[in-house]
T-cell receptor, first 118, second 114 residues
């Protein structure tokens, strides 16, 4: 079964450092997302990406964050100058695989990257 | 942002009985509602969805009911099995083709006792 793959599974970083979280979406999917879940809170939407550009972003996704699809298979989330409150599980998701009817599919999520900012 | 709410943080049921998980929403413009299941250290896994134009969708042991007038949906699992023990998230989405962002509820932890 196709799956979304995220690396690393756990990242520890010093406050103020930059981190890049990596994702390999399902190969024929067209829409890509990042979500995060701070411990004890709900899963929150960060950003969606389609056709090599951001299609929607939340208030959380400020200038500290950026996304990129550098090579047609990877989808990365960069967090510049990390803060303690960036500590969370970050989930990548993809959807929009082309079925025979050309319809999208439900979002498939990766297993997440736990980011700990110390 | 409290557009999707799951007011019960936890639910415990006996194996073989029915589990009913509830979800309320405030935005009448949502087009799809989805249920995801999440085990510890894993990402959310899609379970079942329903279009806003329907009131019921069934897939095996899982049935989702939508009451648009009450802005309420529920997930029924029958019979419940110990392997169903997980956190269940209700999510809502706008737009066609299931490509819009998902707005999640807080989740309900289901424990199914053998």
């Amino acid at each position: 079964e196709p799956e979304v793959t995220q690396t690393p599974s756990h990242q520890v970083t010093q406050m103020g450092q930059e981190v890049i979280l990596h994702c390999v979406p399902i190969s024929n999917h067209l829409y890509f997302y990042w979500y995060r879940q701070i411990l004890g809170q709900k899963v929150e939407f960060l950003v969606s990406f389609y056709n090599n550009e951001i299609s929607e972003k939340s208030e959380i996704f400020d200038d500290q964050f950026s996304v990129e699809r550098p090579d047609g298979s990877n989808f990365t989330l960069k967090i510049r100058s990390t803060k303690l409150e960036d500590s969370a599980m970050y989930f990548c998701a993809s959807t929009g695989g082309l079925t025979g009817a050309g319809l999208g599919t439900e979002a498939f999520f990766g297993q997440g990257t736990r980011l700990t900012v110390v | 942002d409290q557009q999707v709410k799951q007011n019960s943080p936890s639910l415990s049921v006996q194996e073989g009985r029915i589990s009913i998980l509830n979800c309320d929403y405030t935005n009448s413009m949502f087009d799809y509602f989805l249920w995801y299941k999440k085990y510890p250290a894993e990402g959310p896994t899609f379970l079942i969805s329903i279009s806003s134009i329907k009131d019921k969708n069934e897939d095996g042991r899982f049935t989702v009911f939508l009451n648009k007038s009450a802005k309420h949906l529920s997930l029924h699992i029958v019979p419940s099995q110990p392997g169903d023990s997980a956190v269940y998230f209700c999510a809502a989405q706008r737009g066609s083709g299931n490509t819009g962002k998902l707005i999640f509820g807080q989740g309900t932890t289901l424990q199914v006792k053998p």
